[in-house]
């Protein structure tokens, strides 16, 4: 019997743009099937680098989160257990995000670094590319434009970890339900 898969829509905010020299900030999921099954945590940055542009599009504060962020050993384990908490028995987790590299080599490295582990395994699926494959296109071509004129956002993407998880869930629903039909 196939183990039931359990979509848990995950994105992030950093510092910059790869994980061996900036901060993951924040973390946002919910269940792709129950968006009220929320988890949100802000990061004590690990790292001091900071890319101008990456902070101007999240508007974080390295000097705030260093006051009141989670210590990261801390926030991956809440992540981890609140994964665990959602998960039901014998049911696998599936990490689901828009650009899930960019998204999974931060959690996946905190996971690793903070935990010894990812409770996602090497479970993740990218909305980008099941897009793709279901419009029979080239990456080129599957570009946030196309994206939001097949499936139109409710409001802007905020750069909120939370808030952007949630819409991820919301869009990775309507792909998944075109598929099927």
């Known amino acids: 019997m196939q183990q039931p898969e359990i979509h848990f829509s995950v994105d992030i ?7 061996a020299e900036y901060a993951m900030l924040s973390i946002g999921a919910c269940l792709v099937s129950d968006t009220e099954k929320t988890f949100y945590c802000e990061l004590q940055p690990d790292r001091e ?4 542009e990456a902070m101007e599009i999240h508007g974080l504060s390295m000097d705030r989160l260093r006051a009141e962020g989670s210590p990261p050993a801390a926030a991956m384990q809440s992540f981890a257990d609140w994964v665990a908490e ?4 014998n049911a696998r987790p599936i990490f689901v995000a828009l650009n899930a590299g960019f998204d999974w080599m931060f959690v996946n490295d905190y996971f690793h670094r903070y935990l010894g582990g990812n409770p996602f395994g090497h479970n993740a699926l990218d909305i980008k590319a099941i897009y793709m494959g279901l419009k029979r296109i080239a990456s080129v071509d599957a570009v946030k434009v196309a994206i939001n004129r097949d499936y139109p956002p409710q409001r802007p993407l905020t750069h909120n970890a939370l808030q952007d998880a949630l819409d ?3 869009l990775f629903s309507k792909i998944m339900d075109e598929l099927r039909s």
């Open 13 to 19: 905010e950093t510092a910059g743009p790869t994980p």
């Open 49 to 52: 680098a900071a890319d101008p």
């Open 86 to 89: 959602n998960l039901p028995e």
């Open 168 to 170: 991820q869930a919301r």
